[in-house]
């Protein structure tokens, strides 16, 4: 079992900064990849960022060149670090987790950001 608790959404004006965290707990050493996904009303969800064991991180076009993802193992934590927010990015954001043995997604409570002046 993997626990998630997400942190640090909050309201931000157009062009500001938030930084998301994620601690995860419990079975946490067995997680191959991690991920960022969000879900505005009445939409999917959608993925936002991600990132494997090896570290490569990969995001949705939207994202590119203002949102970072990153891990500290020691902290067992990870972040998304998203500046120049728009309005469009205001969502409910949830952390991901995959354990390979057994194969399992986990999931966070989610935590609301929102973008608007």
């Known amino acids: 079992q993997v626990q998630l608790v997400e942190s640090g959404g909050g309201l931000v004006q157009p062009g500001g900064s938030l930084r998301l965290s994620c601690a995860h707990s419990?079975?946490?050493?067995?997680?191959?990849?991690m991920r960022w996904y969000r879900q505005a009303p009445g939409k999917q969800r959608e993925l936002v960022a991600a990132?494997?064991?090896?570290?490569?991180?990969t995001y949705r076009d939207s994202a590119k060149g203002r949102f970072t993802i990153s891990r500290d193992n020691a902290k067992n934590t990870m972040y998304l670090q998203m500046n120049n927010l728009k309005p469009e990015d205001t969502a409910v954001y949830y952390c991901?987790?995959?354990?390979?043995?057994?194969?399992?997604?986990?999931w966070g409570q989610g935590t609301q950001v929102t973008v608007s002046s």
């Open positions: 991901n987790a995959v354990t390979v043995t057994p194969l399992t997604n986990y």
């Open positions: 419990g079975s946490s050493g067995n997680i191959y990849a």
């Open positions: 990132i494997i064991s090896d570290g490569i991180p």
